[in-house]
């Protein structure tokens, strides 16, 4: 009986004291890469040892030819004439592409465990029958050899993009599919968002010897390379070089190369070295020169705000179509102003946070790393304009409010999709943008109203060291700040991520009532939210009001000490209207509004306030 007991009190306590956790699948790749520069060609040698830690037996596996998308006729080809609103950087362009400048992969071998292994290409899918099921717990080596061709630069990966950068290489090898507790995520590549297994890349890169290159991770050989990695200045012989990097716990590896390549290299006072990869000239060389030094500054705010950046190096590369996020490293397009340069910058080394180091699964989620990463690089951004570091910016007094705006003008298209949409599946790409970047963004600056900025600064610091490299989902944040707030959140998220209702609340009149005045509020939209009634009275002072929801069990604590703050009545979401009693004559009031923080994306400001006049003097 004892031991039972023992055995029951042990368990309780493991309940009561358990992390979120859940099983990751791990990765070790090996790659090494001859490629021919004459015919944007390489050849490939790639050793995957893949550890299933699920508790499912695998049959089959699934690899990503991302670079299959880049042929006539295929699903991403397609998609992009059909739809209705055509990215301007992809339209026909695939449609037109010659046999010389098409993408391809094509498997040569494919090992397991030195067993030959049946295997279909299926579009931008590789499909493996295993030689061998994969038990729970152990773990299979892939041995592959193939040949690949580099498809002119359309979106995102290719050659010869339009800054003149050779080759921008992201999404450029066979790469093992996510297999996670929702099973195998083996999805098409129609020109949408990634998902991962992390792991570790050791990567051998043979190119020409005029070649610079950049990359995920740390240059193992940067002493014997030079070329800015290194003050040593090395006379390379022979007509290739062998450049040899090491990344660990990331879930992809992306890399660039061009002859006229200058490497800058700034340690910033994190300890973080920054490579600065770029052609010089003179829509470049001034704002790249400029660049390290605001970003030392940005990454002291990141690493204090978000989470420590865990990685030893980040890489800002020229290249790509714009600005593309990667481990370690970004591509961006780098003639540009300098805030423009900073704001892209900013922007994709954010997405280290939610994509790199959280790695939420982005096709089904693409709001929780866009929108999130969004709306940091906006208080980012503030930040440094703060420090006059941004020449011609000021700060703003409402940061993200433009993602507010934007969204609120979505709401009036008709083409809003629910947060909840596949990215893939997007009936068009203005509802796919403004919703994962605009709305995602809201729905973090609107928590803030809902919960308090205390409370989501310090869940989002809760949330990355609780879920980083585990792959939250929605319901894993919600619960992160319902346990920092105090306060019920599943409604917020039912709402604004699951549907399209929005939200209008309106003050339709002030009136005395003995003493006292009644404010008489209105919802007018679908979707419920708590609210910040803003008092001003005669005599110069504000009182703000907080009416909760029912339905959150609780009120958001003060945030603002010079304002007088006090929390009525909730509000049942089932009532249209409420009575809001102020212990003042309707003479000492001024006016009454809603939400003068501009965080609540109420769809009508218009009727969100009411004036004292004449007739009520």
Known sequence: MKIYCFLVALLMTQIGFAQPDRWQQRAHYKMDIDFDVEKHQFKGKQKLKYWNNSPDTLERVFYHLYFNAFQPGSMMDVRSRTIVDPDRRVGDRISKLSDEEIGYHKIDKLKQDGKDTKYEVVGTILEVQLAKPIMPGKSSTFEMEFHSQVPLQIRRSGRDNAEGIDYSMAQWYPKMAEYDYQGWHANPYVGREFYGIWGDFEVKINIDDSYIVGATGVLQNAKKIGRGYSDKEVKVKGKKVCWEFKAENVHDFVWAADPDYVVDSYETREGIMMYFLYQPGEKTTENWKNLPAILDEAIGFMNKRYGEYPYPVYSFIQGGDGGMEYPMA?????????????????????????????????????????????????????????????????????????????????????????????????MTNRAYGSGSYTKGAVFMKQLEYVIGEENLTSGLLRYYNTWKFKHPNVNDFIRIMEKESGLELDWYKEYFVNTTHTIDYAVTDVVAEQSNSVVQLQKVGIMPMPLDVYVHYTDGSTEIINIPLRIMRGAKEREYSEMDYRIAEDWPWTHPTYELVLNRSIEEIESVSIDDSFRLADVDSANNEWVRTTAEE
């Open 330 to 426: 970004t591509l961006i397009t780098g003639e540009r102003s300098i805030g423009s340069l900073v704001g892209v910058s900013i922007h994709e080394w954010m997405h280290s946070w939610y994509q790199m180091i959280l790695g939420t699964n982005e096709a089904l989620y693409p709001w929780m790393d866009e929108g999130f990463t969004t709306f940091a690089s906006g208080e980012v951004m503030n930040h440094l304009r703060s420090k006059g570091m941004i020449p011609g910016d000021v700060a703003e007094i409402h940061p993200n409010e433009g993602s507010i705006r934007g969204y609120i003008n979505l709401t009036t298209t008709g083409l809003e999709e629910p947060l909840s949409t596949h990215a893939d599946h997007f």
